[in-house]
């Protein structure tokens, strides 16, 4: 399971932000993958949700906006 | 006179980022003739849930050798930018900061460090801008970019946070460059290996996919890493620049 719905009841990564090669899977599975300003991306890994636009960075991983 | 011009939440999550914001401002102070601007840095502020921040909250600052006499036109045409550029639902925040002359150097630098560390108030970012007589204003939504608008101005004055906007695209036979062409084609000013060396302007260096530098020392840096198996540097990874 790479998700939980957090409190604000959004869609939060279980792989914090360390957790590269999960990030690319949840990226792949995903449709509404669209890549992130070059400066504010931050895998090696152009598909990955660390890189997606629609991710909001949390204090310990992000959220995912297209919930 | 030399300035830092900063400005923070001017996007949404589908429009252009804050960095294409402060790259089309830079340009524009040149193409008016009003001075001369240096590459734009990108700074992170904290991220917590009492922050209002679109998805990664970063502030982007500039700095500019312009006429002293331009200051007043730059500064109107600097914020009817951002009324015009910032996007719908966004909080957007500009400072200017005047160099010469500012003594409080090391409260400002001091704010930006705070604002890596804990929620400020926007009310706070207004007090010290007045008292120390830099520019500081909103310019639509909340307005709360005042605070990272300050901040990134004490951050890019601290010579020491923030990546380089953008990346290089190097010209080379291979995928191996040397520190001296590096500095010939990019605005690199030094080459360093993440334990803090510096670079024989000869010794051989393998392109990564993304080359980007970073502030330190106060200068545009391009740090590498050794490679034990190809016994070679490499650029560093996005995901090794992320800290920055």
């Not at chain 2, 949404?12 to 102070?29: F, K, V, Y």
């Not at chain 2, 700074?43 to 700095?63: E, K, R, W």
């Not at chain 2, 600097?78 to 160099?99: K, M, N, T, Y």
């Not at chain 2, 996919?209 to 034990?228: C, F």
Request: charged content about 30%; overall charge negative.
């Amino acid at each position: 399971m790479l998700w939980k719905t957090n409190k604000n009841g959004n869609k939060e990564f279980l792989g914090g932000q360390e957790s590269r090669h999960l990030a690319e899977r949840a990226a792949l599975e995903c449709d509404m993958f669209v890549a992130d300003d070059e400066d504010e991306c931050v895998s090696d890994e152009p598909r990955s949700c660390y890189n997606c636009r629609y991710r909001r960075w949390t204090a310990t991983a992000f959220e995912c906006l297209k919930t | 006179m030399k300035i830092l011009v900063c400005i923070d939440d001017t996007d949404n999550i589908d429009s252009r980022g804050t960095g294409e914001l402060a790259s089309m401002l830079a340009a524009d102070i040149e193409d008016h003739g009003w001075g001369t601007c240096e590459p734009v840095t990108r700074h992170q502020m904290l991220v917590h849930p009492d922050i209002a921040y679109t998805s990664h909250n970063s502030a982007m600052c500039f700095g500019a050798e312009i006429d002293e006499s331009r200051l007043g036109e730059l500064t109107a045409h600097a914020r009817e930018f951002l009324v015009r550029e910032s996007a719908s639902g966004s909080d957007p925040g500009l400072c200017i900061v005047p160099l010469d002359g500012l003594s409080e150097t090391d409260d400002l630098i001091t704010f930006g460090k705070k604002a890596k560390q804990v929620v400020i108030a926007k009310e706070e970012a207004y007090a010290l801008a007045e008292r120390i007589g830099v520019h500081l204003s909103e310019h639509g939504g909340t307005g709360i970019g005042v605070i990272g608008a300050l901040a990134g101005t004490g951050l890019r004055l601290t010579g020491n946070d923030g990546r380089f906007r953008g990346h290089f695209k190097i010209e080379t036979e291979s995928d191996q460059v040397t520190p001296a062409e590096i500095m010939r084609q990019t605005h690199v000013e030094v080459v360093k290996s993440l334990d803090g060396d510096v670079l024989n302007e000869n010794e051989t260096i393998v392109l990564g996919k993304k080359v980007k530098s970073v502030l330190q020392d106060g200068k545009s840096t391009l740090l590498v890493y050794n490679d034990p198996e190809g016994d070679c540097w490499r650029t560093c990874t996005k995901q090794q620049l992320k800290v920055y």
